[in-house]
């Protein structure tokens, strides 16, 4: 059983930057797609960005293109997400996740795709 866990939220001014960081339980992640999803009070949850089980594909949702990064680092079975000039509708809480299609050439972005999840991380970013 893969279990995932976030960390790096905060409260952060707009214009700032943060970095959360999502860390594997088990080895098998490192063949697995990952993504990052976030879901602010009283919305429903939306995809933010993913990336392929060997990085060299990632994808993100217009609202964060350009100001967010997606990476991951499989020697020490993390993914990455690098906030930069956040403003304050980036406020949610983050959720990362993988989808257990082991090497899949497809990047997921629809939240029914992945398999396993984080509990979350707070992201507050004051205006």
């Known amino acids: 059983q893969v279990q995932l866990v976030e960390s790096g939220g905060g409260l952060v001014q707009a214009g700032g930057s943060l970095t959360l960081s999502c860390a594997a339980s088990s080895g098998s992640f490192r063949t697995y797609a990952k993504g990052w999803f976030r879901q602010a009070p009283g919305k429903e949850r939306e995809f933010v960005a993913a990336?392929?089980?060997?990085?060299?594909?990632?994808y993100y949702a217009d609202s964060v293109k350009g100001r967010f990064t997606i990476s991951r680092d499989n020697a020490w079975n993390t993914v990455v997400l690098q906030m930069n000039s956040v403003k304050p509708e980036d406020t949610a809480v983050y959720y990362c996740?993988?989808?257990?299609?082991?090497?899949?050439?497809?990047?997921?972005?629809?939240?029914?795709?992945?398999?396993?999840w984080g509990q979350g991380t707070q992201v507050t970013v004051s205006s």
């Open positions: 990336i392929s089980w060997n990085g060299g594909t990632t």
């Open positions: 996740a993988a989808d257990a299609r082991s090497m899949r050439v497809v990047v997921p972005t629809q939240e029914n795709e992945y398999d396993y």
